[in-house]
């Protein structure tokens, strides 16, 4: 995925993960958003191409801190960009 492109999504889903998080929703519909997310997430990650970009770092700590999985791997190359190029 294009860095640009990644990066449009990330914040897109840094935005909607935020708004999940904050709304009380019924059972069924908290499920439903839920994987929906969980599947975009994974779609986002899965196409990212440059570790050192800000805006995944932001999308995995948004993301875990809601409680939704990142895969170990991806957890694992991000952390490797974060070594190399450390938030100030």
């Not at 999940?20 to 519909?29: G, K, M, Q, R």
């Not at 839920?34 to 990212?48: D, I, V």
């Not at 995944?56 to 939704?68: E, H, K, M, Q, T």
């Given at each position: 995925m294009d860095s640009r492109l990644f990066?449009?999504?990330a914040k897109a889903l840094v935005d909607e993960i935020k708004v999940f998080s904050l709304v009380l929703l019924s059972v069924e519909e908290?499920?439903?958003?839920g994987q929906a997310l969980q599947k975009r997430l994974?779609?986002?990650?899965?196409?990212?191409?440059n570790n050192t970009l800000n805006?995944?770092?932001v999308l995995r700590d948004v993301a875990v801190n809601?409680?939704?999985?990142?895969e170990p791997r991806r957890?694992?190359?991000?952390?490797?960009g974060e070594r190399?190029?450390?938030r100030s």
């Amino acid at each position: 995925m294009d860095s640009r492109l990644f990066i449009a999504e990330a914040k897109a889903l840094v935005d909607e993960i935020k708004v999940f998080s904050l709304v009380l929703l019924s059972v069924e519909e908290e499920q439903f958003q839920g994987q929906a997310l969980q599947k975009r997430l994974n779609q986002t990650f899965s196409g990212l191409q440059n570790n050192t970009l800000n805006s995944a770092f932001v999308l995995r700590d948004v993301a875990v801190n809601a409680g939704f999985h990142v895969e170990p791997r991806r957890l694992q190359l991000l952390g490797e960009g974060e070594r190399c190029w450390p938030r100030s």
